[in-house]
């Protein structure tokens, strides 16, 4: 069984930023593509960022630009960095884990228990 941990959700004012954090137990954790998703209040779980294996990265457009994510094999561990935040980014942010990087839900075998970030305006 492979456990995702989250952690770094918090309240942030217009403009502000937060790291988040995901620690994986797994031991395939280095050879697996890594995203991050989120679900606003009222809408569609969403696609945010993911990063491979190798480090490549894939933002959505609404993101771009001002979020960052990046991963440490060693510690098993995955990151998104969120600066310039807006009201729009509010929602629960979830970890995920799958064998390739994807855009879909379906595309991950493993997830978080996902972390609230608010973003007051």
């Known amino acids: 069984q492979v456990q995702l941990v989250e952690s770094g959700g918090g309240l942030v004012q217009t403009g502000g930023s937060l790291r988040l954090s995901c620690a994986a137990s797994?031991?395939?954790?280095?050879?697996?593509?890594m995203g991050w998703f989120r679900q606003a209040p009222g809408k569609e779980r969403e696609f945010v960022t993911a990063i491979r294996s190798g480090g490549s990265t894939y933002y959505a457009d609404s993101v771009k630009g001002r979020f960052t994510i990046s991963r440490d094999n060693a510690k098993n561990t995955v990151y998104l960095q969120m600066n310039s935040l807006k009201p729009e980014d509010t929602g629960i942010y979830y970890c995920?884990?799958?064998?390739?990087?994807?855009?879909?839900?379906?595309?991950?075998?493993?997830w978080g228990q996902g972390t609230q970030v608010t973003v007051s305006s």
């Open positions: 797994g031991r395939t954790f280095s050879s697996d593509a």
């Open positions: 995920a884990k799958g064998r390739a990087i994807s855009s879909s839900w379906n595309g991950y075998d493993y």
